[in-house]
């Protein structure tokens, strides 16, 4: 099965320990895969690799990666806007957990 069709994905937050006004979230497979980590396209990433959201052009290194919001049952995940994010992008995708990954401008 492609993870586009799944019902559920892991949801992304990014955002710029320095900037609160740097701060996206996605569950949308197809946005990551615009992403480039180490100028390669998104498979994986860790602390300390330098990633890109294009269309823009600045780069961001990854500070720390917090998993969050692991609960028993679905129902339990309130979906929604997350306090740290100012708008969400993408197809919005029921969520299994999160993952806020802090960014710093390179």
Not at 40 to 50: A, P, R
Not at 59 to 83: A, E, P, Q
Request: charged share 25%.
């Amino acid at each position: 099965m492609k993870i586009t069709d799944l019902d559920y994905y892991v949801l992304f937050t990014f955002c710029d320990v320095d900037d609160d006004n740097i701060c996206f979230t996605t569950s949308d497979k197809n946005v990551l895969n615009t992403m480039k980590v180490n100028n390669s396209k998104l498979s994986d990433f860790q602390i300390g690799d330098i990633i890109n959201f294009p269309p823009q052009t600045e780069n961001y290194k990854i500070k720390n990666i917090h998993i969050r919001k692991l609960v028993d049952d679905t129902n339990d995940y309130s979906f929604g806007w997350d306090k740290e994010v100012s708008a969400p992008i993408g197809k919005n995708v029921n969520p299994l957990f999160s993952i806020l990954v802090s960014i710093e401008k390179v």
